[in-house]
């Protein structure tokens, strides 16, 4: 079982407001990646992370930013919710070797009202 | 073109039947190959790797053909949890190192 989770499952906040949706994994990978998907639609890759202080966008253009300053935690953050920030965004990790997978933790799930 | 193809479906199979589902890729320079199954609203899993001579993990086979450039999934005797989306994921060691996936494709086991 990988050992990667994502806080909160669900969050339901108004427009305007500052989001962090945290991503921590234990299994000392330094590939962390933040995909955006929305129900019945295929995966997005949003961000991703090669290792601490390295931090790049991915194929689909998104407002929110990511750090890393350590190599577990990879959060992401949104200045101001917008209900087209309304979405579920899945955190996922590898070590990077050939033939290794990613894992995924559980998703968060946004809605913007 | 997408980098990585799958049929959408759905796919709607009875229970016990052999159910296969195909994917290509266009990097001829793509090195790993994974299955993964995604259930409604849940994240991904993997359902198992892809090696170059073909693996089994139960009910299922996977197959890679480097030369037409796609891989397989064949389920068999399928049950109604297989209901789900199967999506194929390919990945290229270039400097971005990044996992392509495709859309994925639905199955449904009827009883």
């Known amino acids: 079982e990988a050992d990667i989770y994502q806080t909160p499952r669900y969050l339901v906040i108004g427009t305007g407001k500052k989001i962090t949706l945290e991503c921590s994994q234990t299994m000392g990978h330094d590939k962390m990646y933040w995909y955006q998907q929305d129900p019945g639609m295929e995966l997005h890759l949003i961000h991703y992370s090669y290792g601490v202080n390295s931090t790049e966008k991915g194929d689909l253009s998104s407002e929110s930013t990511v750090s890393r300053i350590r190599t577990e935690h990879f959060p992401l953050t949104l200045e101001s919710a917008r209900p087209s920030h309304t979405s579920q965004y899945l955190c996922?990790?590898?070590?990077?070797?050939?033939?290794?997978?990613?894992?995924f933790g559980d998703g968060t799930r946004l809605s913007i009202l | 073109r997408k980098e990585v193809e799958q049929d959408p479906g759905p796919f709607n199979v009875p229970e016990g039947a052999t159910v296969a589902f195909n994917c290509t890729y266009s990097?001829?320079?793509?090195?790993?190959f994974f299955w993964y199954r995604q259930d409604c609203r849940k994240e991904p899993k993997l359902l198992m790797s892809v090696y170059s001579s073909g693996n089994e993990d139960g009910r299922f086979t996977a197959q890679l053909n480097r030369a037409s450039q796609y891989i397989s999934l064949l389920i068999r005797d399928s049950k109604l949890s297989d209901s789900a989306t199967y999506l194929c994921?390919?990945?290229?060691?270039?400097?971005?190192?990044?996992?392509?996936f495709g859309t994925g494709t639905r199955l449904k086991v009827l009883a």
């Open positions: 994921v390919v990945n290229v060691p270039s400097g971005t190192y990044k996992y392509i």
């Open positions: 996922a990790s590898s070590d990077g070797r050939l033939n290794q997978p990613q894992h």
């Open positions: 990097n001829s320079a793509s090195q790993s």
